[in-house]
């Protein structure tokens, strides 16, 4: 059976479904963008029909970073995100998780780098933790959630219509 993500339009509101991983390494977080956008935003997707969201970072860090050797240390949240974006009113579920990397990963060895998935446009980018509040990061809830994360597992929502 053929995936797909899941993104459809109802009415005049994009609804999607997203996983996002959020990697600490040396009291800094991995960020991406494509090199057009203001934002930064975890690294992450679309989650696609008959994917768990842990296989949907695990996926998409291979894809867009070429990392293999990433696991889920546990989820960190689940959110209800509604937005503009593109001229479109949009509503996402996000399924957050804590990701561990290697020591040796090559995530590692640039505060800045490319993705690697051909007609991506990605870059990626460590962020210190202090910096976080003053840095142009997307859902604005991050910059709370990421200086202080929580042992338990939470629920946010965040309307910024």
């Known amino acids: 059976m053929e995936k797909e993500d899941i993104r459809l339009m109802i009415g005049n509101v994009k609804f999607g479904c997203r996983a996002v991983g959020v990697i600490i390494k040396d009291d ?3 960020f991406q963008k494509r090199k057009n956008d203001a934002n930064w935003a975890l690294p992450g997707g679309a989650i696609a029909t008959l994917e768990t969201g842990e296989e949907v970072v695990l996926r998409e860090l291979e ?3 070429g990392e293999t050797k990433a696991t889920i240390e546990r989820p960190l949240w689940f959110t209800e995100y509604f937005f503009n974006f593109d001229n479109k009113i949009q509503h996402q579920y996000i399924l957050g998780y804590l990701v561990n990397i290697p020591a040796d990963s090559k995530l590692l060895e640039s505060e800045e780098f490319n993705g690697i998935e051909p007609g991506k446009d990605i870059i990626y980018k460590w962020i210190d933790k202090k910096d976080i509040k003053d840095s142009p990061i997307k859902p604005d809830f991050l910059k709370e959630k990421l ?4 042992d338990t597992y939470e629920h946010i929502v965040e309307n910024d219509l």
Do not use: D, Q, V
Request: no cysteine.
């Open 28 to 30: 800094k977080i991995l």
């Open 63 to 65: 894809e867009e970073t």
């Open 147 to 150: 200086t202080n994360i929580k």
